[in-house]
């Protein structure tokens, strides 16, 4: 079974870059027609769209933060990064990595359990 467990800083500054990482056991992120999403659900909100990664690499972004969000790889770790740039106070969320099997947001059928990101100077 899948499992997935993200990873990073817990504060970050506004105009920073937020960067978060997801480690992922049970499965490798290059096999065919797996896709790797990431979510966030701000305080008192509903789950937001960031972004996916396809098992070949291939990257497919909410257009509300497109401008702001990378999501990359790293095959020989089995991780999924994602940077989002110039962060405010309204990227504060929770935020989740997830599998699903297609380039859309939705289907997530594996969860991490979630990081929370404040972002506050």
């Known amino acids: 079974q899948v499992q997935l467990q993200e990873s990073g800083p817990g504060l970050v500054k506004p105009s920073q870059t937020l960067s978060l990482t997801c480690t992922v056991s049970?499965?490798?992120?290059?096999?065919?027609?797996?896709?790797w999403g990431w979510i966030r659900q701000p305080p008192g909100k509903g789950l937001e769209w960031i972004g996916n990664?396809?098992?070949?690499?291939?990257?497919y972004y909410s257009p509300s933060l497109k401008s702001r969000a990378s999501i990359s790889r790293d095959t020989s770790k089995n991780q999924i990064n994602l940077q989002l740039s110039s962060v405010t106070p309204e990227d504060t969320a929770v935020y989740y990595c997830a599998h699903t099997d297609t380039s859309y947001q939705i289907g997530y059928d594996y969860w991490g359990q979630g990081t929370q990101v404040t972002v506050s100077s």
């Open positions: 990664i396809a098992y070949m690499g291939s990257t």
């Open positions: 049970g499965g490798s992120i290059t096999t065919n027609s797996h896709y």
